[in-house]
């Protein structure tokens, strides 16, 4: 069952005055980000999206969340089209967006205080979300006093605590050092595998996106759209073991050969990428 389609969803930016993209040998103060996207995601999956920057990845996702508006296409969850933030979705983003005046227990509380829970069952369920994230005993820590691995645990409990029926995830490991990477990798698959929410998640990594998926999105350079979608058939759950099999080699070199094109055609449109670029 299909619990996000995408239909040719298309997304142009007005660049801001002075600016300008090349488009055809000509100058433009227009340019498209994404151009014909089609994606089916099936409930419970677990959807990574990987491509050249500029290939609108995170446009795509802020669009699936209705924090953006397309330009062309429709996007639907569950059947209903989505045109603003819908209480079924929760976001985390590459910053960690916590409330510095607030402890960790009580970031996590708000995302249920402002959908109105009262506050016994909002605290009970708080402190179960950043249990399950190892982050017991540290509930009355301010944001500055925990390390970036643990405020993006926060970020995530925080969005987790609203039982969102699809997560959208937009490189939320990658300010983090390589350890603490992984170690949230898994942390977030041992969870997912709990609830099963349907997460489609944004990276850059090749390794994460395969650790983590059912299955790659790969994106094409600008206007980004569908280049290829890979199936990763590696037995869940999964360990960091699994990064040097056979079979995980042969997935990162599968994704490489998707995305190796890609890259390259945006690396020499690099100087031409405007600021709005993901």
Do not use: C
């Amino acid at each position: 069952m299909d619990r996000i389609t995408v239909t040719d969803v298309q997304k142009t930016f007005q660049l801001k005055p002075g600016q300008s993209v090349l488009i055809d040998g000509r100058p433009s103060d227009r340019v498209t980000v994404l151009n014909g996207v089609d994606l089916a995601i099936r409930k419970g999956e677990f959807i990574t999206l990987v491509g050249p920057s500029g290939s609108g990845k995170s446009v795509l996702l802020d669009i699936i969340g209705g924090l953006v508006e397309a330009s062309g296409g429709s996007i639907s969850i569950d059947g209903k089209r989505i045109v603003r933030p819908d209480a079924k979705t929760g976001y985390v983003f590459q910053q960690y967006a916590l409330f510095p005046w607030r402890t960790a227990l009580a970031n996590v509380e708000y995302a249920l205080e402002v959908r109105g829970v009262g506050s016994a069952e909002r605290r009970e369920k708080a402190r179960y979300f950043l249990s399950l994230f190892g982050l017991s005993g540290f509930e009355d820590r301010f944001p500055n006093q925990l390390s970036g691995g643990m405020q993006q645990r926060v970020a995530i409990a925080r969005a987790l605590a609203t039982d969102p029926e699809v997560l959208l995830m937009d490189e939320p490991f990658a300010a983090l050092d390589a350890q603490t990477r992984e170690i949230l990798q898994a942390e977030l698959l041992r969870i997912w595998e709990k609830i099963k929410t349907t997460v489609v998640f944004v990276t850059h990594s090749i390794d994460e996106a395969i650790y983590l998926a059912d299955r790659i999105v790969v994106m094409t350079a600008r206007p980004g759209t569908v280049k290829e979608i890979l199936d990763i058939d590696l037995p869940r759950p999964r360990d960091g073991d699994i990064r040097a099999s056979t079979e995980f080699n042969a997935h990162r070199g599968r994704v490489w050969e998707a995305l190796r094109d890609e890259v390259n055609k945006a690396q020499k449109d690099w100087a031409l990428a405007p600021a709005y670029s993901h």
